[in-house]
């Protein structure tokens, strides 16, 4: 996807499969790790979506590491409610690519 922003439909598609998803990382009380930046790329490299739980932060705490995963690992957030969050980044290959618009 080559950095593209994503339409709104894209994100609705996107939405609507997360809902299916299970959480695949918890983010606690340390933060986003350099081990957990590392994990969440790898899973985004194999699944290209991801849903992240938040343990233990309140909302204005969660929205802060929303902003800090977008701009450090370059991830859009597709969608947010609650404690969770959903971040798509379309694999580079289009043989590899798991999610198609």
């Not at 343990?55 to 370059?74: M, N, P, S, V, W």
Request: include cysteine; hydrophobic fraction near 40%.
């Amino acid at each position: 996807m080559e950095n593209l922003p994503l339409t709104g439909a894209q994100k609705t598609k996107l939405r609507g499969i997360g809902q299916t998803l299970d959480a695949a990382l918890k983010i606690g009380k340390a933060g986003l790790t350099p081990a957990l930046q590392r994990e969440f790329v790898r899973l985004l490299d194999a699944r290209e979506l991801v849903k992240v739980r938040f343990e233990g932060a309140d909302r204005h705490e969660r929205a802060d590491l929303i902003a800090k995963i977008e701009t450090d690992l370059g991830v859009p957030c597709v969608g947010s409610v609650g404690h969770t969050a959903l971040f798509f980044r379309q694999n580079a290959d289009p043989e590899k690519r798991v999610v198609t618009f």
